[in-house]
């Protein structure tokens, strides 16, 4: 079941992120997130989330996470479609977002959902062994 993220889902947020990152982010820094920007999250406790931020109708997805256990069961796709139907519901036509360029399962989901790549930021994304490239991919909403 895919819902509206709340407050009390901050701390699920955060401990999914840290399962999925190099670099998780807090459970303020969520809750931050949930005031300001469109947060969907699938199950409770949340086996998957989304968080984008709309401003002119231009969209990014600032992260989506899911449980590595519960991967490849459709989480993810789900997620970006919700989010995809309430950006176009309030006015965006583009949607952008960043990925790391070594992240191969997340480019070839993002490239089966429609997006392209648009640009390149060298050095963006810090690993244990250094840096690494972020890719920035774009995709227009249908209205």
Not at 92 to 103: C, G, H, Q, R, T
Not at 117 to 140: L, M, N, Q
């Amino acid at each position: 079941m895919i819902r509206s993220l709340v407050n009390d889902d901050a701390g699920d947020m955060s401990s999914l992120h840290a399962k999925s990152f190099y670099t998780p982010w807090s459970r303020k820094d969520m809750l931050s997130h949930i005031k300001k920007d469109l947060c969907f999250g699938f199950s409770r406790p949340v086996d998957g989330f989304i968080i984008v931020s709309l401003v002119e109708g231009q969209a990014e997805i600032i992260t989506i996470a899911v449980d590595p256990n519960k991967m490849r069961k459709g989480i993810a796709s789900a997620l970006l479609s919700i989010s995809e139907t309430e950006l176009i519901d309030n006015g965006a036509d583009i949607l952008f977002l960043e990925v790391a360029e070594d992240n191969y399962p997340a480019l070839n989901f993002y490239k089966k959902k429609g997006f392209e790549p648009i640009d390149r930021r060298p050095s963006y994304y810090r690993r244990a062994g250094g840096r690494v490239a972020a890719i920035t991919y774009r995709k227009y909403l249908a209205v």
